[in-house]
């Protein structure tokens, strides 16, 4: 029985190691991406403002979750392990996903309300009272993902699984009550961020074409035609790129039962890293995130050269 048991942890093992290798691997990138983009925050002066705020709460919470990245796919395997190592190995790494979503939610309603009230914005409540909602953005992730404590009881002889940690009710809840309409929501606040946009283009070509009175578009149409063009791309290639694989790795890890699967634990491992990647690919595509980097290359540069 020893023998038969400890032939079962090497197979766990060798079976773990090329996953743990690639997901550290993911992880170490997201956390230095991540870690980059919060320094280019802290030493811009001109980004101290409430939605840039709420974008570096996002980015720390990112950098957790990339922290946790690793784990994720080890939640496919059965491991032996104390009753309180059990519990906190699977319900912080969910934790720390939850609060991301959250975190991205709150960004991404900022950024909507400024939008839609540019006027007004001063006076919402998302600017005015931008503490509390990142509070909540991390306190009720953290009051769901200890909900287990309730239920989770353990004997001396059972292995540590995720189905003793998270029931299927628990999980069908936290999948369809709160991730998935957090993911739509962001999407639906974004095409509509893009409507608007569209509808203020149109009034601009309106205003320079009463202005030159020409049939030919000016550069500038062109210029805010391509701008917009570009956002669309964006905003459809995050949710192509970034949340499709996120949404089918999680009814696959919720609806497939298979323990030990090296290919289910990969799928898992890259859609939560592709969700994890948003607001890498959101920063990079605002040069002012990276505008100190630059700034710090420049001077590099200078100083070379002048010697």
Excluded at 32 to 43: D, E, H, Q, V
Excluded at 101 to 125: D, E, F, G, R
Excluded at 185 to 209: D, E, F, S, T, W
Aim: net charge positive; aromatic share 14%; with cysteine.
């Amino acid at each position: 029985m020893e023998n038969s048991s400890s032939d079962a942890q090497m197979d766990n093992k060798l079976k773990e190691f090329p996953i743990s290798l690639f997901s550290q691997s993911l992880s170490a990138f997201i956390i230095l991406a991540n870690i980059f983009i919060i320094i280019g925050i802290l030493f811009n002066h001109k980004l101290h403002g409430t939605i840039n705020w709420f974008f570096l709460s996002l980015l720390i919470a990112d950098l957790l979750a990339g922290g946790a990245l690793p784990y994720v796919p080890e939640m496919s395997f059965d491991n032996d392990l104390g009753y309180y190592h059990c519990f906190f190995r699977y319900v912080t790494p969910n934790f720390l996903f939850l609060s991301f979503l959250a975190n991205l939610l709150v960004m991404h309603y900022a950024k909507y309300t400024c939008v839609i009230q540019p006027l007004h914005y001063h006076q919402s409540w998302v600017h005015r009272w931008s503490g509390l909602y990142i509070c909540l953005a991390w306190v009720a992730p953290l009051i769901f993902a200890s909900m287990p404590l309730a239920w989770y009881q353990r004997d001396s002889n059972m292995n540590c699984s995720a189905k003793l940690v998270f029931p299927w009710p628990y999980l069908c809840v936290e999948t369809y009550v709160f991730i998935i309409p957090i993911i739509f929501a962001i999407a639906v606040m974004g095409i509509r961020m893009l409507c608007i946009a569209r509808k203020q283009l149109k009034n601009i070509k309106k205003l320079i074409n009463s202005v030159n009175q020409s049939q030919t578009p000016s550069e500038l149409e062109q210029q805010l035609e391509l701008r917009h063009a570009k956002s669309i791309a964006s905003v459809s290639a995050i949710f192509l790129v970034c949340w499709v694989p996120y949404i089918v790795c999680l009814h696959m890890s919720l609806f497939l039962e298979i323990k030990g699967s090296i290919t289910l634990a990969i799928v898992i491992c890259i859609g939560t890293a592709s969700a994890a990647a948003v607001p890498i690919i959101l920063s990079l595509g605002n040069h002012q995130y990276t505008q100190f980097w630059s700034d710090m290359t420049m001077k590099a540069y200078r100083a070379c050269c002048r010697r």
